[in-house]
Every structure is written in C-alpha cells, then in structure tokens.
C-alpha cells in the first residue's frame, strides 16, 4: 500500500498544541490511516540550517521529521519573500508587497532543501502533499531530483486574479513550478480559474478537461474547500469552559455579545469591524449599553512590518471607541491580543448572539464554519459574513452576507443580527449546518487524496463550488 507524505512548512509534533485546529487534525487523519510521514520546519532557528540532521519522532503510524532554520533562510524565505511578498499580494494588498531579489533566491533555495531532505524518504509508490504559499516551488525541485511519485500541492490561501499575480516578479517561473504537481488545488472555483486563467494567458499553457497540459504532465486544477470537524466542534462548544467563559457571561449581565476571533493579521479587515461596531453605536445609541463586542486577535508574526503596524493602529482605535462610548464599569469593545485553548474559544462562540467574521480577502475562514458548528440549534446566533471570505460561497443562503469596505452596511447587518427572531435564526442556522456537514473536514481530505490517488477508498460526491 502506498504511504502518504505531507509537506507543509511548519509540523504540528504529537505533543504540541494540547488542542489542535482542524487543519491539523485533518492532514494526521490523513497520515495515520495509510501511515506516512509529516516533513516541515520546526519552528527553531539554528545556526547549522540546511547543514543540521532532520530529527524523527514516531507516533500514533506517523513519522515527524522536522529540521530547523538557519537565520538567513527564515529571513530570506519565511519573513521576506513568503509573508513580505506572496501572502500580501495574494490577499490584494500588493501596497504591503517589498520584493526582493535576494529574498527569492533564499526562498527557492530552501525550497530546494525541503526536496533534498524529502528525496531520501521517499519511495517510488509513496503519494506526496504538499501544503500552501511557502512551498509553491517545491514539485519542480522535487521533478529535477527524479522524483516521479505523483505529487499534489493544496494553496490555503487565495489565488489572485491575474493583474494582481503579475505583480510579483518572478510570476511565470513561479506558475511554471506550480505547473510541476500533478494536482494543485484551491478552495474555491474562483481560485482555481484565476490559476487557470494566469497559466493559459502568460504561459500559453494548454487547458484540458480538469485542468491543464503541459508538455511533460496532466495537471489536475480542482476546488476543495476545506472544512471542520463539526461533531467536534459542537461537543467542546457545549462544554462550560474554562473560568474565563463564566466570568465573561456573567459580566454580561443581560448584554448581546457579538463576537470575533481572528489571527491579528490585516487580510481579517479588523479596524473596518471595530468602525463598523462603532457606527452601530452612532445609528442605535440604544445598543450602547446594551450590547459588547469581544475581539480575540491572537497575535502572529509579529516581527514582520505589517504586522506591527496594524496592532499598533488597532490599539489606538480600541482605546479611542472604549474612550468615547465606554462608562465607568463597562466598556463596549473588548480587545485581547492573546493566545486562547480552543476549550474556551468554542464555548465563547456558542454564547455569543452575533459572529463577526468580516476578512478583506480570506482563502476559506475556519472561524466562520466553527461559529455554526458551536451554535446551539434552538437558540444559534447569527454569523456576519464578509463576501471576500472563501467560505462565503458556501454560506450565502444561511449568513449575512456583508461588504467590508462598506461600513453601513456591515451596521445595518449588525443591528439585523441583534433583532432577529428566534424562528429565522433556526432556519438560517438549519441550512449551514447542513452544509457544513457535507463539505466537512474528512471531505476536504478524502476528494484531494481521491483526484491524487485516484483510489476508491477515497471516493467522494461530486459537486461544484
Ligand atoms: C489559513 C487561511 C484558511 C484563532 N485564534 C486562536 C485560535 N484560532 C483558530 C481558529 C481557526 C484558526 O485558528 C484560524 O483559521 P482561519 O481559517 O480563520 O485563518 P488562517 O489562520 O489565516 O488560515 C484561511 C485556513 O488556512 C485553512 O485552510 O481557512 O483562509 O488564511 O481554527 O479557531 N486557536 C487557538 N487560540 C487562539 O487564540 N487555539
């Protein structure tokens, strides 16, 4: 039977995070049923980089094998070129792009080792899988060494459309590697037809059914939305939670609580919700008292520049609104730059009446599937969502779907959330979570591994998004 190898750029070990998302779960599902290996960075920077042994903990049919960094690699590769170029411009924000030649080089070149690390652990009939922007180059690395195995890359991310790909320099050598995998998959339709699009318009590449024709392969081009656990979800949902669950509804008093739960990242569109949760204060001065906003941003790469300077602009617009419309024992917008345990982040979801989930540009949105997920069905609170959200396409009959750009309408949205009767919020709540059921997180998996593999034990249903 053939193994599974999955390759993204950091590993999630057994023994890390006590609560792991679902992206997580999904890829060790994944690993365990066929048994196989997980190889990716580990998270450390070490001075022997490229040079230092990969290390191999066994757990559970899975084989962790991580190395570390060298310094130059992960600001070159991960700081620079990964989340200084590819992640803005592939959220549209091609204003936050600063490309550098050198910092492509360092990120083809540890591109280049995560394939020589990978060569000596792979045999011919092993299935390789290949996860998001930091690794776009590496089948065509994998290809020079003489692999031949079958190969599949998954963007979590946006594809951009293709004025804004061509933005980044090196696009064509980029899309040509991408080009190296015999299935690359995205989360929605319109992911995968801007990819296509670029590829037919820049490369001349041919299309074919399913995707496109190369000289050397048959590129599968598909859209599998990613999905949750839901069962999982709905059972630590139901949980009391920690005590700062039960502190948090008890200083609520009788208060509607929207909800938003976000890495702190500008593609989450943060400053326009908390001017949006601002404008409702303006047209309802009623909510004023009557309602809290908790913004959870747990924080991430912080030591690149973007980063830095939308914290410190949403620090300065939480202090300003406290300042305007907090009284003396309560303020109306709660913001926490902390890390949460998912056991109270799902039980906070369910007790809230409205989930704010508002992304500039977002490949899916886990958070918006966990928000339906951890609603009570008798009682759900009604999500808000943002049409640039890739989960948007899946959840435009049941949310409320919202501009960001349009701070009104996302008031307007806000305020029908709050008033909306018990018997609509059931129907619509009905709807998504049936949906989220059938695109769920073992869906995800088994269609990217069945076009991959192209094995029964991985069939699927067919569907379009
Ligand atoms: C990328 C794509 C795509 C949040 N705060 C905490 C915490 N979270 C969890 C959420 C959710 C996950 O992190 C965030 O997932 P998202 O999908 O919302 O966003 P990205 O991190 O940007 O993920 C995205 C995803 O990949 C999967 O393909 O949907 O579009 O950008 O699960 O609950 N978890 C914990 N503490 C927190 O404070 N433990």
Known sequence: MSRLIVISNRVAMPAGAKSPGGLVVGVRDALRESGGTWLGWNGEIDGAGADSPLSSVTNDNIT???????????????????????????????????YRRTDYEGYLQVNRDFARRLAPLVRPDDVIWVHDYHLLA????????????????????????????????????????????????????????????????????????????TAERQVRVGTYPIGIDVDDVATMARKKGSSQVVALKLGL?????????????????????????????????????????????????????????????????????????????????????????????????????????????????????????????????????????????EMEDGALIVNPYDTEDMARALSRALHMPQAERIERHRGLLQGLRTHDLAAWKNRFLADLCGKAKYQHENYSL
């Open 64 to 98: 962790y094998a991580t190395f570390p960094l060298a310094q130059q690699d992960y600001d070159r590769y991960y700081r620079g070129f990964s989340n200084t170029v590819l992640w803005p411009v592939f959220h549209y924000r091609t204003d936050l792009s600063r």
């Open 138 to 213: 590496l089948g065509r690395y994998c290809r020079e060494l003489g692999m031949r195995n079958r190969i599949g890359f998954f963007l979590h991310i946006p594809f951009p459309a293709v004025e804004v790909f061509k933005t980044v320099p090196p696009h064509q050598a980029l899309a040509q590697a991408m080009c190296a995998y015999d299935v690359v998959g995205f989360q929605t339709a319109a992911d995968a037809r801007a990819f296509s699009d670029y590829c037919v318009q820049c490369l001349g590449t041919e299309s074919a059914a399913g995707g496109l024709r």
């Open 253 to 393: 008093a009788d208060r509607k609580l929207i909800i938003s739960v976000d890495r702190l990242d500008y593609s989450k569109g943060l400053l326009e919700r908390f001017a949006a949760f601002e404008q409702l204060l303006e047209i309802e001065p009623a909510h004023g008292s009557s309602v809290s906003f908790v913004q959870l941003a747990q924080s991430s790469r912080s030591d690149v520049q973007g980063y830095r300077d939308i914290r410190r602009e949403l620090d300065r617009a939480a202090g300003r609104i406290n300042g305007k419309w907090g009284e003396l024992g309560w303020a109306p917008l709660r913001y926490m730059n902390r890390d949460y345990a998912r056991a109270t982040l799902m039980p906070l979801l369910r007790a809230s009446q409205v989930g704010l989930v508002t992304p500039l540009r977002d490949g899916m949105n886990l958070v918006a599937k966990e928000y339906v997920a951890a609603q009570s069905p008798d009682d759900p609170g009604v999500l808000v969502l943002s049409q640039f959200a890739g989960a948007a396409r």
